[in-house]
């Protein structure tokens, strides 16, 4: 049952017995104040009644006093007791006598009180009335009294007769009888009756059931008793009490009427607030807005709702609180990648163009290995605020994770000249413990909606201008049309890479290397080949950076030198003692176990270190040059050769490099393919050449494609040829059968072929 229902009926219920109560109480006082009234009624009543009757009485005896005065009367009492002649006429006298006065009996009596004549025939001699035996005194002026004659109850008058009347009184009756009673009745206005009883101390039963009674005794003595009983029905005397008993019912009816009103009334001043009350807090709970015109505001309800307003307002402030914080990057403060994606999702659908850049430390991993996490965490919240302090026309700098950040910029295209005042604001030195920290950014744009209408494949696309923009050592790509489907590739490749060693896809190529005078073959490059199960040959340009990327190149390069290195020991047993090159990324160089690694494949194998040399790019070298030069100390000292490799595409000078304890230098094949006598390149390769002796460095020409440049690099000096003029790379069968062909293999140093 509801609240408000309880509260109906509880109330319903209290007013109902109020209101029975109260009328129970009215009409019991009600009604007893009418028997109480009734009853002195009837006491009233019964008196007057005696008193009617004795005054009666009174009137029969002055009549008949006038009566005994009357000679004829009396004459005619003398005939009836002593005439026999005319006896007749004189009882029909006295009868007619008697009749006059209403008397329904007429009787004469001795002195000694019997009955000497009688009105009556039946009523004979031998009739006692016990009164009539008092003695009455001759100026007695005569007796009324009730009395009993035959049964039947009389009021008797008694008047002494004139000595010598024959007779000693006259005694009329006047019966008791219905007709006196309902003239009686008429008078006292209350019902009343005559009880005669022969028996004296008899009382006729039930009398009083009816109503209420009065009984007054008006003779009791040997004939028997004569009472007078005067009633009133209850109906009559309850006649007041039953109106107001209607009344009391139409007042109880009326009332009860509006006091359902009236309860209905309270019972909504009290449910419908907190109906209301309730129906807010399910508004809170469903985190909907409070209609605070249909909220009560007043007392104790007005204190609920201001605290479920107030509830609803700390519940809000912690979504809110939450939303921003499951919105928001920790460390920087910016929004995450689920704020970048919503917020993305929104410019969309504004349908202007947009542009995403996504960003990236290049060379987080470093700062990170060397000089802590929460150094790293520092460069990465300074970067943060840079891209936060950007001016408009900005949405919105995000962390989409570790060093990866994404700017939302409302331009159509990304003008070049505020992309230079960027990337030069956001890579300012900074500052941390004193110690400068030069930051190097990737920057990868996509555009809507030119690249694409959904948040993920626009994310996904400056991901992969950004990729495209680490590939080629550049601070910004824009994504171009077929870039997705190489990035797939990509994305199959690193997942393909991790198996791709304990699988044998990978082998190795050789590639010899002769001295460009003699033709002796001095040397071999060792060159990775990947035979992908599905994506067939796949070039070392694209996967080793891949593996440089995803941090595979460590395992490739073990597997490299193992693989070297047994094909090196697998010739010696041949009798072919050869110096072999492998290629070492800046990566390895950083990596703790490659000089292990190196020493314990020599070991294994029972090899001397200058069999191996181990090539590496000018910006290797240049990466991290103490660490650097301490490795490659050790190398050295285990006698490993070492060789600078692509030499010519970076921008450190050969003094610098020099400073390496390296004893080979290789001039990129970019130089070398179309090398035109007297061109730049010529210029610069034959400086360097030059350059190379003066330090002591052995120098290999790479990508020697024709005899003409072969010619003309002997010429200039270049110690070592290496390129499809003489032979293309090679696996190692074939590699053993040119080679046993070639029969004239040297381990020299090609450098003193030129010397001598
Ligand atoms: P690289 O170290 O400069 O290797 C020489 C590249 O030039 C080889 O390409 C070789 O096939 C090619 N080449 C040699 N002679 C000529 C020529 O006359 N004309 C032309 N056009 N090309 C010539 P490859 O084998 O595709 O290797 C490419 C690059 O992959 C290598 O350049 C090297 O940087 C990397 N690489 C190859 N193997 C490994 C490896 O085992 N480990 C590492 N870390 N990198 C490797
Ligand atoms: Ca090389
Ligand atoms: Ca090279």
Redesign the pocket.
């Known amino acids: 049952m509801s609240f408000r229902a309880r509260l109906l009926l509880v109330m319903l219920l209290l007013t109902l017995g109020i209101q029975l109560v109260a009328s129970w109480a009215v009409l019991s006082a009600v009604r007893s104040a009418a028997l109480e009234q009734g009853k002195r009624e009837l006491d009233v009543a019964s008196g007057v009644a005696v008193a009617l009757l004795e005054g009666w009485g009174q009137q029969l005896l002055r009549n008949v006093d006038l009566l005994v005065d009357d000679p004829r009367f009396l004459a005619a009492v003398d005939d009836v007791l002593v005439d026999t002649s005319s006896r007749l006429a004189a009882a029909g006298t006295l009868r007619q006598q008697a009749a006059r006065m209403g008397a329904d009996t007429l009787l004469l009596l001795d002195e000694a009180g019997h009955v000497m004549a009688s009105s009556q025939p039946a009523a004979g001699s031998g009739v006692f009335v016990d009164s009539w035996r008092m003695p009455l005194t001759t100026d007695d002026a005569g007796v009324v009294s009730p009395s009993i004659l035959n049964g039947l109850g009389y009021q008797l008058v008694q008047h002494p007769l004139p000595p010598g009347a024959g007779a000693a009184r006259l005694a009329l009756g006047f019966r008791l009888d219905e007709s006196m009673a309902s003239a009686l009745s008429g008078l006292i206005g209350s019902q009343a009756h005559f009880d005669v009883s022969v028996s004296p101390n008899d009382v006729a039963p039930g009398q009083d059931h009816q109503g209420l009674s009065r009984r007054l005794s008006l003779y009791q003595g040997e004939l028997g008793r004569i009472d007078i009983v005067v009633e009133r029905s209850l109906e009559t005397l309850l006649a007041n009490y039953q109106d107001v008993k209607v009344s009391l019912a139409t007042i109880f009816a009326v009332s009860l009427g509006l006091m359902l009103v009236a309860v209905v009334l309270i019972a909504r001043g009290v449910s419908l607030p907190l109906l209301r009350l309730a129906g807010a807090a399910k508004s809170v709970g469903r985190g909907e807005p409070l209609d605070l015109k249909r909220m009560p505001r007043q007392g104790e309800f007005g204190l609920l709702s201001s605290t479920l307003l107030k509830m609803q307002g700390d519940l809000s402030r912690r979504e809110e609180d939450m939303r921003t914080r499951a919105r928001q990057d920790q460390l920087t403060g910016l929004g995450n990648r689920q704020c970048a994606n919503e917020d993305i999702e929104a410019a969309i659908e504004t349908g202007r163009p947009f542009t995403l850049l996504r960003l990236t430390i290049n060379h987080m991993r470093r700062i990170n290995d060397t000089f802590g996490h929460d150094f790293g965490d520092r460069v990465l919240s300074t970067l943060a605020q840079r891209l936060a302090d950007l001016p408009a026309p900005k949405v919105g700098a995000y962390r989409l994770s570790g060093d990866e950040f994404l700017l939302l910029l409302t331009v159509a295209r990304l003008e070049p000249l505020w992309l230079e005042d960027t990337l030069r604001g956001l890579t300012r030195e900074l500052r941390l413990d004193d110690s400068p920290v030069s930051l190097k950014v990737a920057m990868g744009e996509a555009r809507f909606p030119e690249h694409g209408d959904e948040a993920n494949l626009l994310l996904r696309r400056a991901e992969i201008a950004l990729d495209r923009a680490r590939q080629l050592r550049q601070a910004h790509q824009c994504y171009q049309r077929g870039q997705d489907e190489s990035h797939l590739r990509h994305l199959a490749l690193v997942r393909d890479l991790q198996h791709a060693a304990y699988r044998g896809e990978f082998s190795l190529r050789y590639q010899p290397q002769v001295s460009a005078l003699t033709g002796r073959v001095i040397g071999l490059e060792a060159l990775l080949r990947w035979d992908h199960p599905q994506l067939g040959w796949i070039p070392p340009d694209e996967f080793i950076e891949l593996a440089e990327r995803s941090g595979q190149i460590h395992q490739l390069t073990h597997w490299v030198i193992d693989s070297a290195c047994a094909q090196l020991a697998s010739w010696r047993d041949m009798k072919l003692k050869i110096r072999l090159g492998i290629n070492v990324s800046a990566m390895d160089l950083q990596q703790p176990g490659l000089i292990k690694r190196v020493e314990s494949a020599l070991d294994r194998y029972g090899l001397q270190g200058e069999q191996l040399c181990i ?1 590496l790019t000018e910006s290797a070298l240049m990466q991290s040059p103490e660490m650097g030069a301490r490795k490659l100390q050790a190398l050295r000292s285990m006698g490993v050769e070492l060789a600078i ?2 030499y010519g595409t970076g921008y450190s000078s050969l003094a610098q490099l020099k400073r390496m304890p390296v004893q080979e230098l ?1 001039i ?2 970019s130089f070398i393919m179309q090398l035109i006598k007297g061109s730049d390149d010529d210029v610069i390769v034959s400086s360097t050449i030059e350059l190379a002796h003066h330090l002591g460095l052995q120098v290999v020409a ?1 990508g020697v494609e024709d005899q003409a440049v072969a010619d003309h690099l002997a010429e200039q000096g270049c110690h070592v040829l290496q390129g499809f003029l003489i032979a293309r790379p090679m696996g190692g069968e074939a590699m053993t059968e040119w080679l046993k062909e070639k029969g004239d293999v040297s381990l020299r140093d090609a450098a003193n072929d030129h010397h001598r």
């Open positions: 090539e490799d692509d290789k990129d094949k790479e």
